[in-house]
């Protein structure tokens, strides 16, 4: 079984930054695909960015592309995304994924586990 626990979430200023963590457990935890995914209420969960098993090939939606990266570090079991620049309409509740597959896709569907999410709020 997969663990994933999100953590970094908060209350900012718009122009503001925040670093999100998603800590994993299991020890095939480079044999994964990840991504992180936002949900804002009345809204569909979206990806916002995914990562490669190895960390070379990333995937960005256009609303954060240039203000957002993510990253890994296989050695601790650990995904990041690094949020710069927010903006109001970020605010949602932010989750990571887990898809055990090389290849990175950014549809929700293809995602095997999931954590519990991370609130985020920017405010105007």
């Known amino acids: 079984q997969v663990q994933l626990v999100e953590s970094g979430g908060g209350l900012v200023q718009a122009g503001g930054s925040l670093r999100l963590s998603c800590a994993a457990s299991?020890?095939?935890?480079?044999?994964?695909?990840m991504g992180w995914f936002r949900q804002a209420p009345g809204k569909e969960r979206e990806c916002v960015a995914a990562?490669?098993?190895?960390?070379?090939?990333?995937r960005y939606a256009d609303s954060v592309k240039g203000r957002f990266t993510i990253s890994r570090d296989n050695a601790k079991n650990t995904v990041y995304l690094q949020m710069n620049i927010l903006k109001p309409e970020d605010t949602a509740v932010y989750y990571c994924?887990?898809?055990?597959?090389?290849?990175?896709?950014?549809?929700?569907?293809?995602?095997?586990?999931w954590g519990q999410g991370t609130q985020v709020t920017v405010s105007s």
């Open positions: 994924a887990a898809e055990q597959d090389y290849v990175v896709t950014m549809r929700v569907a293809e995602y095997d586990y």
């Open positions: 299991g020890r095939t935890f480079r044999s994964w695909s």
């Open positions: 990562i490669s098993i190895g960390g070379g090939v990333t």
